[in-house]
């Protein structure tokens, strides 16, 4: 099939280009402002195609100005979106440890000490510090709190209205067309395979679809954007090392909750020092919660999903959740790099948006306004190079599109932000200071520190625990856990000294029940699995397996020989593994040894 444009992936990035590009292509007269390339005298053909079994099934907090959003939407009427609410009261806060568990360094304890010791001259309430003064970089005031999936959804109804645009959920691209180093469109996912992705009953391959411009969108480990670094490289010194993976829940709070829509929580400090938090008061006493494991968590026990239980059991939290109820969940991870991370953005016959193009601001904690900006600019491009009737070359593409991005805020702010978070690359009081220098200069002065791959940082089980768990005990419970077909995380962090959460079956759950209940996760038959072990000798000899301990939907557990077993009836497409894996893969250090390749299926919730 040949079409004018082809999308891959429907974000934020993708609603703001798909939203801006459908407002202009039709004169008041009903003529064609712009005419089709493949249907002459038609309005541009646009697909856009989205791997998830249907809009709005993508996962994030989500707290933002709104800057880009109200450009496009002048007149926003956020009462038009559910579960939006505009910003409210907001609070940073620093949570201690009132367990005494998590691993914190000779600097942070003394703090602590301190802190404890002046609680009476000090807004300290239920083991927390609520910050007497934030830096305004840190502020969304006058923004507007959205779940993600409801702000998807009620775009993509308002985009496939226009109907300038069509918008396929449920239908992966498995990958660019690329003919000549010229991206020519992209070929869907085939179905009727095996889990090898051999052909099996009712086999469909993939359909090619032809374009003159292919966006890029599909968030930052979508298989398209990493078959175009694989293949054109990433701009000298630029990589993707820093990341983290969010993990939300989306809460019934109680009845008497005191808490009032628009409230916005940020914390750290605990569960461990480098885990960030957020909580986010919805209308009708719902809220998003969750927090963010970040790449420089030098821990081989990385799950989220326990970590997140702990967190919201913290003293300050807890009094506000209790008697709460699960309705969704969800994870993702974000990549966090930023410009640094930034890939080529254009090329001929594609561009790139969103946080695959490294959007995201890891300083003001924002990507969706980002995200939609770059689309929206993109947008703007696309009509100016159709108008002037100039084919999507690299050398177009860059003076219309990367240019308006150059000259943006998205871009001013990237650059304060580029190193704002090197200093937690040794330490979190090293990265807080970094990152309060950084956004207090506008990024000219910063703390140093070099981002490392995973398989360079993370330590081994037995170094991790040294003084907490002896290396007896560890392979003890190493053998009861591989017995019991189960990850080890849960086992260690009890014997370090985390309690046993205390299962209430409404809101705190086994992570298997959570799979069941809230995550709503489907796997449609039919499609190989997307996430591939490249080479077992590597995972044969790897002791740390930190797949298994990252897996936010517990799909990648123990398996025969040391190869680890996928189960895509549980993965929840959060990405995680792709970063979270101990060994380099041979001959690109950069990547791991394993492969996130396009897939369906996934969490079946509009609500997160
Ligand atoms: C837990 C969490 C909390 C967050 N909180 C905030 C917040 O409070 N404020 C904020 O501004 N940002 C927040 N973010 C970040 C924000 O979600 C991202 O920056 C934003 O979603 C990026 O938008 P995007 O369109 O570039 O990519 P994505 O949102 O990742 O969208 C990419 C889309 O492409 C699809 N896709 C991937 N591969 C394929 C394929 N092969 N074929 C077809 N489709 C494909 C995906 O399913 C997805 O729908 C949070 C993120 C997380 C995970
Ligand atoms: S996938 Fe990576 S972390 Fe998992 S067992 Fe294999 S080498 Fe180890
Ligand atoms: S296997 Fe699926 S759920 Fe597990 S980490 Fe990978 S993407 Fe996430």
Redesign the pocket.
């Known amino acids: 099939m040949d079409v004018d444009i082809v999308c891959?992936?429907?974000?934020?990035?993708?609603a703001g280009f798909l939203t801006t590009l459908s407002k202009q292509p039709v004169n008041a007269d009903g003529t064609p402002a712009v005419e089709s390339t493949t249907t002459p005298g038609m309005p541009p053909q646009v697909l856009c195609?989205?791997?998830?079994d249907d809009i709005g099934f993508?996962?994030?907090?989500?707290?933002?100005k709104a800057r880009a959003l109200r450009v496009t939407f002048p007149d926003l009427d956020q009462a038009q979106i559910p579960m939006a609410a505009p910003v409210g009261e907001e609070k940073v806060l620093y949570l201690l440890d009132p367990i005494g568990a998590s691993r914190r360094s000779a600097t942070l304890r003394a703090a602590d000490a301190m802190i404890r010791t002046f609680k009476w001259a000090l807004p300290v309430e239920h083991d927390a510090l609520n910050l007497p003064w934030t830096p305004s970089f840190l502020h969304k005031e006058g923004g507007l709190i959205l779940s993600?999936g409801q702000f998807m959804q009620w775009v993509g109804a308002q985009v496939q209205s226009t109907g300038t645009v069509q918008i396929w959920p449920g239908?992966?691209?498995?990958q660019a067309l690329i003919e000549k180093n010229k991206v020519v469109g992209v070929r869907l996912l085939d179905q009727g395979v095996d889990k090898k992705g051999q052909p099996a009953d009712g086999f469909t391959p993939g359909m090619d679809i032809r374009a003159a411009l292919t966006v890029v969108?599909?968030?930052?480990v979508?298989?398209?954007g990493q078959q175009l670094d694989a293949h054109f490289g990433l701009p000298e010194g630029h990589h993707t090392r820093d990341w983290a993976v969010?993990?939300?829940f989306v809460v019934d709070l109680p009845e008497d909750t005191p808490l009032k829509p628009g409230t916005v929580l940020h914390t750290f400090g605990f569960p461990e020092p480098e885990i960030f938090g957020?909580f986010y008061v919805h209308p009708d006493r719902v809220a998003s919660l969750?927090i963010?494991v970040p790449s420089w968590f030098d821990s081989p026990m990385r799950t989220a999903y326990r970590q997140l239980q702990h967190w919201m059991l913290h003293p300050y939290l807890w009094r506000y959740l209790k008697g709460g109820k699960l309705r969704s969940w969800g994870?993702?991870?974000?990549g966090e790099s930023g410009r640094r991370g930034e890939p080529h953005l254009v090329g001929d016959g594609y561009a790139r948006?969103?946080?695959?193009s490294g959007?995201?601001n890891v300083l003001t904690?924002?990507?969706?306004?980002e995200?939609w900006a770059t689309g929206a600019q993109l947008a703007e491009a696309v009509l100016e190079l159709l108008k002037a009737r100039k084919p999507f070359t690299k050398q177009n593409l860059d003076e219309a599109y990367v240019n308006r991005r150059r000259a943006s805020w998205v871009e001013k702010e990237a650059i304060a932000a580029e190193k704002s978070r090197d200093g937690f690359q040794k330490g979190v009081v090293r990265g807080m200071i970094g990152m309060a220098l950084a956004g207090l200069t506008n990024g000219k002065l910063s703390l140093s520190g070099d981002p490392l791959p995973p398989w360079k940082r993370i330590p081994s089980i037995e170094e991790y625990y040294r003084g907490r768990v002896s290396p007896e005990e560890i392979a003890k419970l190493h053998a009861e856990c591989q017995a019991r077909n189960s990850s080890l995380h849960g086992a260690l962090m009890e014997k370090a000294g985390w309690p046993a959460i205390p299962y209430d079956g409404q809101l705190l759950m086994s992570h298997q029940d959570a799979l069941l209940m809230g995550g709503k996760v489907q796997a449609t038959p039919g499609y190989a699995d997307h996430v591939e072990f490249l080479n077992p000798e590597l995972c044969e000899k790897c002791g740390v397996k930190i797949c298994i301990e990252a897996c936010s939907g517990q799909a990648i557990t123990p398996g025969n020989g040391g190869v680890p077993n996928f189960d895509r009836e549980k993965c929840i497409?959060c990405g995680a593994c792709l970063w979270n894996c101990a060994q380099p893969l041979p001959d690109n250090p950069e990547r791991t040894n394993i492969a996130f390749r396009?897939g369906t299926g996934g969490l079946h919730s509009a609500e997160n």
């Open positions: 891959v992936g429907f974000g934020p990035a993708t195609y989205e791997r998830a993508g996962v994030s907090g989500v707290v933002t993600m239908t992966p691209v498995s969108a599909d968030g930052p979508g298989p398209i969010g993990m939300k957020f969750g963010f994870a993702k991870t974000l948006v969103g946080e695959g959007s995201t904690g924002s990507g969706v306004d995200a497409h396009a």
